[in-house]
């Protein structure tokens, strides 16, 4: 006898509504959750209709329990499978994060590195929630001590996957404890009868809350994610990351600037745990590497509009500068690096930087007039006089000068 969609999907209904027990409801849950979301894919609308019912159904008896246990497992390779239907995955995701969380620590650890291979041609927002519920698991991994053991997470063939979980790595890095995204209301902004399209452009972006510094709005957002963590989660998330990063599980020329911008962190915790580390790499780091270089521009600097690009960049996308804390960790690694004195305009940028945000602390304008006498002795003095610098850099360039 041949039983229909619709009867096999009542039948469990029925199976859910007779579970007295937590334990009875999750064996139910654990058995029929996968198979039943599969049936979202049916062409029959009466059919996938029952499942919605039956979802909403499932969706107020675990929110109410947190100690049932979800299949993530199982979910996790439905979620991978490339003949999947998107409507399936985009409900199976769902209940990855609702169950990853409820797991033991043993179990997230094991199914960490599943995380990662998921992410692969997947959705970017979907993407941030599996990097969201990977972070805070990394605090508790065990990495092998020998180099011959094989290492939980093979990432030397997902080079997409690392630049993806390294970017979300390092705006976790910057993002200060206990910050509240406050979004203004939306105002309509008044226009007057020859500006009033302009303004009306305008009003967006006024409305748009200010990121931290280092940080676009984009990315608060992303690390904020649906369940913004608490400042000693936070913490534990970024002394994973700087475990991550010990265990070498990823390049370490792409991870040096992780542990510069962790280095300044105001807890104590992390910015130990960042700096000896730092500290240990510094005779095989290679300062005058460009991924290097390049990376703490792009971070110190944030997203500078150049005047022959226009503003390329949109407003939400847009980092800005690094706080001075974090300025006064970069600048003495530009320091070490002839190449940092070499790379125009980021070498000018740096300096005029200083000038107009009026920096007054002694020891960063200090760094900064030695990083711009290394600057004056690399470039020529042609290229100098075709700028108008403050006196403050024609000290600098009389000091190179009566030195050498």
Known sequence: MIVSLSDQLERVFLRLGHAETDDQLQDIISKFLPPVLLKLSSAQEGVRKKVMELLVHVNKRIKSRPKIQLPVETLLVQYQDPAAASFVTNFTIIYIKMGYPRLDVAKQCELAPTLLTAMESKPEPQQDSLMHLLIPTLYHMKYPTEPSKASPFVLTEKPKTVHQLLEFMLD?????????????????????????????????????????????????????????????????????????????????????????????????????????????????????????????????????????????????????????????????????????????????????????????????????????????????????????????????????????
Request: a positive charge.
């Open 172 to 404: 976790v890095l910057l993002m200060p404890y206990g910050f509240v995204l406050n979004e203004p209301p939306s105002r309509p902004a008044p226009s007057s009868p020859q500006g009033g399209a302009a303004a009306g452009a305008a009003a967006p972006a006024q409305n748009l809350p200010q990121p931290p510094p280092g940080m676009s709005l984009y990315a608060v957002k992303r690390v904020i994610g649906e369940v913004q963590w608490s400042p000693e989660q936070l913490e534990q998330c970024k002394l994973g990351i700087v475990k991550f990063i010990e265990a070498q599980q990823v390049p370490e020329v792409e991870t040096v600037v992780h542990l510069v911008v962790a280095s300044s962190d105001t807890r104590h915790s992390v910015a130990t745990a960042a700096d000896l580390e730092l500290k240990s790499k510094q005779s095989i780091i290679d300062w005058n590497n460009p991924l290097i270089i390049n990376k703490m521009f792009k971070v110190y600097l944030g997203d500078i509009p150049l005047k022959t690009k226009g503003a390329s960049v949109k407003r939400e996308l847009k980092h800005e500068p690094v706080s001075t804390r974090v300025k006064m960790k970069i600048l003495p690694h530009l320091l070490r690096s002839r190449l940092a004195a070499e790379c125009f305009p980021a070498n000018i940028q740096v300096r005029t930087s200083h000038n107009h945000n009026h920096i007054t602390i002694r020891s960063i304008h200090y760094g900064y007039c030695c990083y711009f006498a290394v600057v004056v002795q690399v470039l020529e003095v042609k290229i100098l006089l075709l700028y108008n610098y403050c006196c403050y850099c024609y000290c600098c360039y009389l000091t190179v000068i009566v030195i050498v």
